[in-house]
C-alpha cells in the first residue's frame, strides 16, 4: 500500500481504521492541521469505543520525519496520565498493537477520542481562575517524571542554534544583521538564564486555540509541542497581551494556580525571551515545511521583505527587554 502524505487519499485512510477494529461509515472530514493531516472519521457503530460514547474518532497522521516512535509514545503516556488523573484531554486509543501507535509505509498514525467542545471566543475571569487550577494540575502531573524522548526547551537542548544557520539566507538582506543580532542576543541569553530554572513535562503549546469548552469543562487538546520545559511557557500564551503581568486575568489565574501548587514568579523573567524564541522557531519551521505544498498558501507573505522587516522589529523590542 503507497500512501503520499501530502495527499492522503481516502480508501488508504479507511483501510487503516478497519485494521484496527473498527467499522468506518466511510465519511471523512478533514480538519485543520498544519504539521499533521487529522480527519474525523464516523463509525458504524462504537463497539470499540470504550471511553466514548460518540460514534465517531479522530485519525491523526504525522508527518514523517518529524517524530520517532518514542517520541510521540512519550506524548500518547502523557495524555493518558492525565485522563487518568480526570483531567479533560483528547487521548489515545490502545491499537491491536498494544502501543498507541502504528506505522504505514513510514507514516506513524494513531487514533484519538472525538472531544465534543467548541472554542471560547472571551475568557472571562472565572474562566482563568479555573485554567489557574488546570494547568496546576497539568504541572503537578508533569512533576512526576521526565519525557526521556522528548525535546528539551532552550536553544542549545533543542538544537536551535543550527536553524538560525539554516535560516540565513531567507532573512531579507536589508535587516538581516539587525534580525540575527537580536535572535542570538536571545538565544544566548535565554540558554543562560534556563539553567537556573525548573523543568517538568508541559503542554508547551498552550494557547487558547488549543482549549475547548465541554459541558465537563476545558478541554485541551494538540499536544504535539509537548516539552519538557518551564512552567511559565504554559503561562504566557494564555495570557490576552504583553503586558498582562498587573492585569486581573493573570491574577485570577496565579489565584487557581496557588490553589494547588506554588506559582512560578520567578521564571517571569523568562517570558519575553521565550516569546522571541518561539517567534523564531515559527519562522524556521515555517522555512523547513516550505516544500509542503500547502504552507505557500498558508503563509504568502513569508520570505518577503515585510515579513522579515516586522519579525526584525518584534525581535528587536523583545532583544531590548532583556
Known amino acids: 500500500m503507497s500512501m503520499n502524505f501530502y495527499n492522503l487519499e481516502p480508501h488508504l485512510i479507511l483501510d487503516c481504521v478497519e485494521k484496527q477494529g ?32 460518540y460514534s465517531s474518532l479522530i485519525a491523526k497522521f504525522y508527518r514523517p520525519g518529524r517524530w520517532s516512535l518514542e517520541t510521540l509514545q512519550d506524548e500518547h503516556q502523557f495524555e493518558i496520565e492525565l485522563k487518568n488523573e480526570f483531567l479533560q484531554v483528547a487521548a489515545p486509543y490502545i491499537l ?8 504505514i509505509n513510514g507514516i ?11 472554542l471560547i471566543q472571551e475568557f472571562l475571569p472565572d474562566d482563568f481562575l479555573k485554567m489557574g487550577r488546570w494547568m496546576a494540575q ?11 524522548h522528548r525535546a528539551t526547551l532552550g536553544p542549545s537542548a533543542d ?14 538582506v536589508e535587516v538581516r544583521e539587525k534580525y540575527f543580532n537580536a535572535a542570538e542576543k536571545i538565544f544566548y541569553t535565554l540558554d543562560k538564564k534556563l539553567n537556573d530554572h525548573k523543568f517538568l513535562r508541559i503542554h508547551g503549546d498552550l494557547h487558547r486555540g488549543n482549549i475547548l469548552e465541554s459541558p465537563e469543562g476545558f478541554v485541551v487538546v494538540d499536544f504535539d509541542d509537548f516539552v519538557n520545559g518551564p512552567a ?23 489565584t487557581g494556580y496557588e490553589e494547588l501548587r506554588h506559582f512560578p514568579f ?19 519551521w ?29 525581535l528587536n523590542k523583545m532583544a531590548y527587554q532583556i
Open 96 to 103: 491491536k498493537n498494544k502501543t498507541t501507535v502504528d506505522t
Open 266 to 284: 520567578e521564571q517571569i523573567e523568562l517570558i519575553s525571551l521565550l516569546r522571541g524564541y518561539r517567534m523564531i522557531s515559527y519562522a524556521g
Open 108 to 118: 506513524h498514525y494513531a487514533f484519538f477520542e472525538k472531544i465534543r467542545g467548541r
Open 22 to 53: 473498527f467499522s468506518p461509515t466511510g465519511q471523512i472530514q478533514q480538519l485543520n492541521s498544519y504539521e499533521n493531516r487529522v480527519f474525523d472519521i464516523q463509525l458504524e457503530n462504537n463497539e470499540n469505543l470504550n471511553t466514548s460514547v
Open 232 to 254: 511559565i511557557q504554559d503561562v504566557w500564551m494564555m495570557m490576552p497581551d504583553q503586558n498582562f503581568k498587573d492585569s486581573p486575568e493573570f491574577e485570577k489565574l496565579v
Open 159 to 172: 538544537d536551535k542554534w543550527n536553524l538560525l544557520d539554516q535560516m540565513y539566507e531567507s532573512v531579507a
Open 286 to 314: 515555517i522555512l523547513n515545511r516550505w516544500s509542503d505544498p500547502s504552507f505557500p498558501k498558508l503563509f504568502p507573505d513569508f520570505g518577503s521583505y515585510t515579513y522579515w522587516a516586522e519579525e526584525t522589529e518584534a
Open 138 to 148: 497539568l504541572h503537578n502531573i508533569g512533576e512526576s517524571k521526565w519525557a526521556e
